[in-house]
C-alpha cells in the first residue's frame, strides 16, 4: 500500500553532517583569524617601559649612607653586586644612585657617552670645594680649565720640583729621627698638603698661606657628611672654614696679581688672564685651588700609609724596594747630586708596587656622575637626575680581570692590564691631571724612607 501523502519526508528536512575537509578548513580559517586578531593587538598595545635597576634605597633620606661608610668597603660592593648584579641602586649622602661594575659600562659613562652623565659630587662635596671647580662641568669652560691646570701637571712642568719635593720629604723624616712611634696617615696628611701647597703656589709661601691648612683641616672634616646647615654640624662648620679660605685666597690672589702670577697652578691662572685669553674671576679661581688641594691630599696621604702597610706585610717586597733603591742612592752619592726626574723613571719594582698599591687600595672607590637626562642601560632605566657611580674598586677586585685580587702581587703590572679594568685616577676628560705629580711625590718619599729608616 502506498504511504499517505502527508507521510512524505522531504529530502530537505534530512540532516546531513558535514564531511571531515570542510570541518578542517573551517577551523583552519577560525585559528588564522585569532593570531592575526592577537597580532595586531600585540603591535597596537604600548611597549613596557624599562624599569628602575634591583637594589634597596635603605631609610628615607639617610639611605644606605651609614652602610657605606662604617662597613668594608669591598663588602659593601660586593654582597650587593652578588645579590642585583653588575647594575644596582641605592641612596647615598641625600643621593639616588645607580652603581656599575662592569668596566663597559664604565667606559660607557665615563668615555662614549659621557655628554650623557655630567661630572657631579653629592651636594656637601660641592657646596664645600665650590661649583666653578672643574670637576662639575662639561664643555667650553671645562676644557679650558682642564688645559690650564694641566699645564701645572705635565711631566715637563714639574721635573722642576724633584728638588722642591725631596726639601720636603727630608724635613719631614729629620723629625721622626728621635720619636718612638708616629700616626702613619697623620703624617702622611701633613707632607700631600705640602706638597699640594708647592704645586699650587709655587716655592714662595706668602703669610697668608700659614692659616689655609687649619682651615682646609675644618673643611675637610665635613667632606662626607649629610648636608644638614645646622649650629654644630660638620657641614656648618666646614662652611664657616669655606667662607674663611675665600678670604685667605682672595687676598693671595691680589698679590700675586701685583707681582705677576708667580709660580705654581695659581701662576697659571693667572697668566691666562694676562695673555688675554678668558678671563676667570677671583671665585673661579679658589674654587678650582681648593678643588687641586682636595685632589691632592686626602688620597695621595692615603695611598702612601697603604704602601707602607703593605710594604710592612709583605717583607720580601720592602727587601726588594730597598735594594733597588739604595742602587740609585749609591749612584748619588758617587755623583755627589740629589735625587733626579731621570733617578724616579730607573725604579720599576717601586713603580709596579705603586701600581698594586693603588688597585689593592682604590682609594678612589668610585666616581660620580649625573644623568642629565632619562638614560637607558642594559634594560634599565636611570632617570634624570640621578647620580651615577661607576664601582673602580669592584672592577679593581675582579678576579676575571686579576687573578687572586685579595693578594698582594705587584708581578701583575708586568704585563699591562686590560682596556678599562685599572681606573685609580679616572677615565676620560675627568680624569684626575696630578697623576703624574702624585706618582713622583710617592717615589722622592719611597727613595728616602727606605735608604733611612728600618
Known sequence: ???????????????????????????????????????????????????????????????????????????????????????????????????????????????????????????????MIGPEAVFFHQGPYHSHLKK????SFLPSAIKGSVSQIEDVVLRFLLTWEHRITINTLHEMKKYAFEVAMLSVFGNKLESEIEGIRDLYQCLEKGYNSMPLDLPGTPFNKAMKARKGLNE??????????????????????????????????????????IGVIFA???????????????????????????????EIRCKRLEANRRITWDDTRQMPLSTRVIQETLRAASILSFTYREAVEDVEMEGYLIPKGWKVLPLFRSIHYSSHFFPHPHKFDPSRFEVAPRPNTYMPFGKGAHSCPGSELAKLEMLVFLHHLTTTFK
Open 248 to 289: 685667605k685666597l682672595r687676598r693671595v690672589i691680589e698679590k700675586r696679581k701685583e707681582s705677576s702670577g708667580g709660580e705654581g697652578l695659581l701662576g697659571a691662572l693667572l697668566s691666562n688672564e694676562a695673555e688675554g685669553k678668558t678671563k676667570l674671576s677671583e671665585s673661579q679661581i679658589a674654587d678650582n685651588i
Open 148 to 151: 690650564l691646570i694641566q699645564s
Open 1 to 127: 500500500m502506498l504511504p499517505s501523502p502527508t507521510s512524505v519526508v522531504s529530502p530537505h528536512s534530512i540532516f546531513h553532517p558535514p564531511p571531515p575537509l570542510v570541518t578542517l578548513v573551517v577551523f583552519l580559517v577560525l585559528l588564522i583569524l585569532v593570531y592575526k586578531l592577537k597580532r595586531r593587538n600585540h603591535h597596537t598595545t604600548p611597549p613596557l617601559k624599562p624599569r628602575l635597576p634591583p637594589g634597596s634605597m635603605g631609610w628615607p633620606y639617610i639611605g644606605e649612607t651609614l652602610k657605606l661608610y662604617t662597613q668594608n668597603p669591598n663588602s659593601f660592593f660586593s654582597n650587593r653586586e652578588k645579590r642585583y648584579g653588575e647594575i644596582f641602586k641605592t641612596h647615598i649622602l641625600g643621593c639616588p644612585c645607580v652603581m656599575i661594575s662592569s668596566p663597559k659600562l664604565a667606559k660607557i659613562v665615563l668615555v662614549s657617552q659621557s655628554h650623557m652623565f655630567k661630572p657631579t659630587y653629592p651636594p656637601s662635596k660641592e657646596k
Open 296 to 326: 691632592a691630599h686626602d688620597t695621595t696621604a692615603s695611598v702612601l700609609t697603604w704602601l707602607l702597610k703593605y710594604l710592612h706585610d709583605n717583607p720580601h717586597l720592602l727587601h726588594a724596594v730597598r735594594r733597588e733603591q739604595e
